[in-house]
């Protein structure tokens, strides 16, 4: 799927996910975010109740990236979670690959994680 906002960012996606019940990704959030792109997914986390979150390791081939260095500062209203995720990054200047997220049911329901690849 093409991003809305730039048509050069294509969004691969596991589309049995967009029918589970609590997946982020599906979700739109209102935010005004000032900080490190790396905090994002957790910020939209606590104002989502859940559902998604920064990586923390897993399973991911990036889970050693964790982009803290690039600073955001943008004000999204009534955007798709996917698109606040990558819409608001200065991607001229970012890896080709721009974040990567795995999602999994656990104890505590529908879970996403992010890691942001970070600045080329």
Avoid: Q
């Amino acid at each position: 799927m093409r991003s809305s906002e730039n048509t050069a960012v294509i969004h691969l996606i596991d589309e049995s996910l967009t029918r589970k019940h609590g997946y982020a990704m599906e979700k739109t959030a209102s935010i005004h975010y000032s900080g490190a792109a790396c905090f994002l997914p957790d910020e939209l986390g606590k104002l989502l109740g859940g559902g998604i979150k920064r990586g923390t390791g897993g399973s991911s081939l990036y889970a050693f990236a964790d982009d803290c260095k690039t600073k955001l500062d943008f004000h999204a209203h009534d955007e798709h979670v996917r698109d606040i995720l990558t819409d608001h990054l200065p991607v001229s200047r970012y890896s080709r690959i721009l974040w990567v997220s795995w999602s999994s049911f656990g104890s505590n329901g529908f879970e996403t994680e992010v890691h942001y690849t970070g600045p080329r």
